[in-house]
C-alpha cells in the first residue's frame, strides 16, 4: 500500500483496503466499483449530499440517517451500502471521494494494471 500523505487519505486507504478485502472474498469487486461509482455520481451531483457529507455540524446520527435512506433509494446494496452506512455511522463521511479513489487503485493494482 501506498504511503499517505495526510490523516485523510491514511483513513481513505484503511477503510478502502478493507472494502476491497471484503468485496474479493465476496467475489464482488465489479459489483461494488459500480456501486461507487453511482454513490460519485450521486455526491457530484448534489450540493446538499457534499455539505452532509463534509460539514461537522451534522451529527454522526443524522449522517447515518440520511446515508441509509440515500443508499436504499439509489438501491445501493450489498458491500457497498453497508459501506457507506458504517463510514457514516463512524464520522468518516468526509473521506468517502478518497476510498472511492483509493478502492479503485487498489482494484486495479490487484488486476495488474499500471497507470500512465
Given at each position: 500500500m501506498a504511503q499517505s500523505s495526510s490523516p485523510i487519505s491514511a483513513v481513505a486507504e484503511r477503510y478502502a483496503g478493507s472494502l476491497f478485502e471484503l468485496a474479493l472474498q465476496a467475489n464482488s469487486v465489479a459489483q461494488v466499483d459500480a456501486?461507487?461509482?453511482s454513490f460519485e455520481a450521486l455526491l457530484k451531483g448534489s450540493a446538499d449530499l457534499s455539505r452532509l457529507i463534509n460539514s461537522p455540524v451534522f451529527s454522526s446520527e443524522d449522517q447515518a440517517?440520511?446515508?441509509a435512506a440515500i443508499v436504499a433509494k439509489a438501491k445501493l446494496g450489498g458491500l457497498a451500502g453497508?459501506?457507506?452506512?458504517v463510514v457514516a455511522?463512524?464520522?468518516?463521511?468526509?473521506?468517502?471521494?478518497?476510498m472511492i479513489k483509493?478502492?479503485?487503485r487498489i482494484a486495479a493494482d490487484h488486476r495488474g494494471e499500471a497507470s500512465a
Open positions: 456501486d461507487l461509482t440517517k440520511a446515508i453497508n459501506f457507506l452506512r455511522k463512524n464520522r468518516r463521511l468526509f473521506a468517502v471521494p478518497g483509493a478502492f479503485r
